[in-house]
């Protein structure tokens, strides 16, 4: 019986103040680390529909590169920038950075005939139903985008690079999306 007690009496200390002054630290770094990591998450949230135009914008200039190739829009000479590496490369698409405008009547983006104004998207709104009067539309002057072709060495001019870059604000974060591919000059 004697020894149920002593042992009964060791198993109910209580936490010594050592211990104490150990487990808070330990528990403070604990919760800031999941501060932060909730942090990061929210910020990474709100660029999330910034990440997204820029995304669909660069695949959208890409796809109508390769659509104005198959269908016969534009030459093969016709797909590089105007200037491009050479100064004088006689291609349809603008040089440099461009503001995000709608495609003109050769369905490209970043060249000559583009309409004047910025482009437009439309969200649904409030009722989350698009094609209502309560749809928002959101002018994206804060995007641009540049579109760089250049013919791959070793290659007789029959292959070239498209390398599209959409530059936005997100917060005080400027934000870059880069989407590169291939093209040549067959279908």
Do not use: C
């Amino acid at each position: 019986m004697e020894s149920d007690l002593v042992s009964r009496g060791a198993s109910e200390r209580g936490l010594s103040l050592i211990e104490v002054m150990i487990a808070i630290p330990v528990l403070t770094v604990g919760v800031l680390g999941v501060a932060a990591v909730m942090a990061a998450g929210m910020k990474n949230l709100s660029s999330s529909p910034g990440d997204v135009i820029a995304t669909q914008k660069a695949a959208e200039a890409i796809e109508a590169v390769f659509a104005a190739r198959d269908s016969h829009k534009v030459t093969w000479t016709q797909i590089r920038n105007v200037a491009g590496a050479t100064g004088s490369d006689g291609g349809v698409f603008l040089d440099g950075v461009q503001p995000l405008k709608a495609a003109g009547p050769d369905g490209l983006v970043n060249t000559a005939d583009d309409p004047a104004g910025i482009e437009t998207i439309v969200l649904p709104g409030r009722d989350a139903v698009l094609g209502t009067a309560d749809d928002q539309h959101i002018e994206l002057s804060g995007f641009t985008r540049s579109i760089t072709i250049r013919d791959v060495a070793n290659e007789n001019g029959q292959l070239r690079t498209i390398t599209v870059t959409v530059v936005y604000q997100s917060g005080p974060t400027q934000r870059t999306y880069t989407l590169s591919t291939l093209i040549s000059a067959y279908s």
